[in-house]
Every structure is written in structure tokens, then in C-alpha cells.
């Protein structure tokens, strides 16, 4: 009965590579957000999808690339790993109407880059 | 200066003490205040959601917002070791778009 869940939860790889992670809630949300938090557990949001459109796109690099192929899944998608890419990447999901809507996190991948 | 900060901790209380724990933020736009509780190795989940100035109370937790001085509380009465864990605040002004603070690392003391 999962609400928000991540997969992998542990990603250990070589700079250089190209992986991917995948999120799905079964909540019936149609926003979903990817988070990274660093080291100092800074939460800095990356992208937001509202119904399978991209509606929130921070700075990030972009090889990485964010993809829904419909509201319950959000995917992130990272080319060319750096070190600097070394994190926790949380997703999120809300309702987006009705004012600010809490958000609801899965339990993350931990990224590790050798 | 990061928009809302947080003093990250270790703060450290013996069991049933009162804790409190705060936010300061930058943005006055900010209306909408949450706090979030992040055991280790898990995601944060919500705790509180405020909007706009004021209090609000949910069992042993209680939010305050006073939005004169930027300042955003989190009071926790008797508080058990399983409160033990990092508590972030979050703002926002509009959208779904949430600032986090770096959060604040609770350790209650059977």
C-alpha cells in the first residue's frame, strides 16, 4: 500500500554511465516533483510534471532528463554521471488545485558515483 | 543567504521535555508554512500545514507562523524518542513550488 515509491533505493555506478530512476504513486495526484537532497540535506526541487507536462524546471544540467509517460509515474533519467551527481533523489507527489498542496515523498535513491 | 534557514543541529533533550524548534525565511511573499519529519533513510512526511499568520494544533505538535518577523515554530510537548529525527520547514508563495530549510536534527533521550 505503498504511497509514493522509488526504485532503486541504492544506486552505486561509475562516472560516465547512464542510469535511470523510476517513481509511481497510487495516491491519484496529478502533480509529481524530483527532489535532490545533498549532503547537508538541502531538499532542492528539480523538475514538476502537472498531468504529464513539465510545468517546474530548475537550473539542473541537462543531461538530466525528466519523463512521464502518464500522472502516476515520473522517471529521471541521468546521461554522463559526475561525481557532483552523488545524492539522495526523492519523488513527490500532490494535487495541484485548491492553494499550495502538501506534498507527499517516497523514500529516495541514494546515488553513489565511484 | 539560502531563502529559510534552519540551525541544523544536533539539538539534544531528555524524554518529555518541550521542544522547540524554528525557521527563519526571507521571501515576505511566502504565505503557505509545513513542516516535515524525516526519519533516517527515509522521505519526509508532512506533519503540519499552515497558511498565512497564526497557530495551528495536532496532538503534541504545534505550528506557529508569525509572519511580521519571518519566524516559523514547531513545538513538540513530551516528546518520546521516536520523535528523534530531522524536521525540515517548507515555504511557498504560489504554486506547488516548496523552499526547503536544511532541516534540524532531534534527538530525544529515553
Known amino acids: 500500500d505503498t504511497a509514493v515509491s522509488q526504485t532503486p533505493k541504492y544506486l552505486v555506478t561509475q562516472m560516465g554511465n547512464d542510469k535511470s530512476i523510476k517513481c509511481e504513486q497510487n495516491?491519484?495526484?496529478?502533480?509529481m516533483y524530483w527532489y535532490k537532497q545533498d549532503s547537508k540535506k538541502f531538499l532542492k526541487i528539480m523538475f514538476s510534471?502537472?498531468?504529464?507536462?513539465?510545468?517546474i524546471n530548475e537550473t539542473v544540467p541537462n543531461r538530466f532528463s525528466p519523463k512521464s509517460p502518464d500522472k502516476a509515474h515520473l522517471n529521471l533519467h541521468i546521461n554522463s554521471l559526475e561525481l557532483g551527481d552523488s545524492a539522495v533523489y526523492f519523488c513527490?507527489?500532490?494535487?495541484?488545485?485548491?492553494?499550495?498542496?502538501?506534498?507527499?515523498f517516497g523514500d529516495g535513491t541514494r546515488l553513489s558515483i565511484l | 543567504q539560502k531563502e529559510v534557514e534552519q540551525d541544523p543541529g544536533p539539538l539534544s533533550v531528555p524524554e518529555g521535555a518541550i521542544v522547540s524548534l524554528n525557521c527563519t525565511y526571507s521571501?515576505?511573499?511566502?504565505?503557505?508554512f509545513m513542516w516535515y519529519r524525516q526519519y533516517s533513510r527515509k522521505g519526509p512526511e508532512l506533519l503540519m500545514y499552515?497558511?498565512?499568520?497564526g497557530n495551528k494544533e495536532d496532538g503534541r505538535f504545534t505550528a506557529q507562523v508569525d509572519k511580521s518577523s519571518k519566524y516559523i515554530s514547531l513545538f513538540i510537548r513530551d516528546s518520546q524518542p521516536s520523535d528523534s529525527a530531522t524536521y525540515l520547514c517548507a515555504t511557498s508563495n504560489a504554486g506547488n513550488m516548496l523552499t526547503f530549510g536544511g532541516g534540524t536534527r532531534l534527538m530525544v533521550k529515553p
Open positions: 513527490a507527489s500532490s494535487h495541484s488545485s485548491g492553494g499550495v498542496q502538501p506534498q507527499h
Open positions: 499552515t497558511y498565512s499568520s
Open positions: 510534471y502537472n498531468n504529464k507536462e513539465l510545468i
Open positions: 521571501n515576505s511573499a511566502f504565505q503557505y
Open positions: 495516491l491519484g495526484h496529478d502533480t
